[in-house]
């Protein structure tokens, strides 16, 4: 297991907790944390605190977003299918991996720029055409 990620609203509980793990740890799989572990306040509107960046995502207390360099790169690809006026095999691959990103997230804006541009139906289809081949 690499990351750990646990939330409550009294840190004094999250340091207990890191405690009781770090024992189970030591004592029983002889392992131990990393010395860099954190405990914070998550970011809210009436609360100073901060997001927790973590596999691509932005979590605060309320919403989900992608990271911006995730949007950047999300936009820019909608924008070359735009562009070419068809999307290769990895292109389509890539955008519906977004897409699924997207979802998923509250980038409201994001999902508008990409959905109302691009059919994912057309790019699926790319996509089996494409599987059908190599099998």
Same mark, same amino acid.
């Given at each position: 297991?690499?990351?750990?990620?646990?939330?409550?609203?009294? *840190?004094?509980?999250?340091?207990?907790?890191?405690? &009781?793990i770090?024992?189970?740890?030591?004592?029983?799989?002889?392992?131990?944390?990393?010395?860099?572990?954190?405990?914070f306040?998550?970011?809210?509107?009436?609360?100073?605190?901060?997001?927790?960046?973590?596999?691509?995502?932005?979590?605060?207390?309320?919403?989900?977003?992608?990271?911006?360099?995730?949007?950047?790169?999300?936009?820019?690809?909608?924008?070359?299918?735009?562009?070419?006026?068809?999307?290769?095999?990895?292109?389509? *691959? &890539?955008?519906?991996?977004? *897409?699924?990103?997207?979802?998923?997230?509250?980038?409201?804006?994001?999902?508008?720029y990409?959905?109302?541009?691009?059919?994912?139906?057309?790019?699926?289809?790319?996509?089996?055409?494409?599987?059908?081949?190599?099998?």
């Open positions: 297991m690499d990351d750990m990620v646990f939330f409550n609203s009294d *840190k004094k509980h999250l340091h207990q907790i890191k405690n &009781q770090e024992e189970y740890l030591n004592n029983k799989l002889h392992l131990t944390i990393k010395e860099n572990w954190q405990v306040l998550m970011h809210n509107k009436n609360e100073q605190g901060r997001f927790l960046d973590f596999m691509g995502f932005r979590f605060y207390r309320n919403r989900v977003t992608l990271r911006r360099k995730m949007v950047l790169k999300a936009m820019r690809k909608a924008r070359k299918i735009c562009k070419k006026g068809y999307a290769t095999h990895y292109d389509a *691959k &890539q955008l519906l991996t977004y *897409k699924g990103w997207i979802q998923k997230t509250n980038t409201f804006n994001l999902k508008w990409i959905v109302y541009r691009i059919s994912f139906y057309n790019l699926r289809k790319i996509i089996s055409k494409h599987d059908k081949k190599i099998n």
